[in-house]
């Protein structure tokens, strides 16, 4: 069985964001490095490996479950 990831969106100072889906545990540990004030956060995605300054961080959403757009079949 594999972790349960979460999909998360950072933004930053002038409007650029980044989006990845991760583990649970790496959100949470991103989280802690915001509280922290840490300088740096390396966040390892399947894409590879953001290194972010976190003084630019703006805001962070987290979303514990997938979205998904159109029609669903009902059983």
Do not use: C, H
């Not at 998360?8 to 002038?14: H, L, N, S, T």
């Not at 990845?20 to 802690?32: G, K, M, R, T």
């Not at 959403?61 to 669903?72: K, L, N, P, V, Y």
């Amino acid at each position: 069985m594999s972790e349960p990831s979460v999909r998360i969106q950072v933004a930053f100072e002038g409007g650029q964001s980044v989006g990845a889906n991760v583990p649970s545990e790496v959100a949470d540990a991103l989280s802690a490095a915001l509280a922290a004030s840490e300088p740096v956060f390396e966040l390892a995605t399947d894409d590879g490996t953001y290194v972010l300054s976190l003084a630019k961080v703006v805001y962070v959403r987290r979303s514990d479950r997938e979205t998904q757009i159109g029609f669903a079949a009902s059983a």
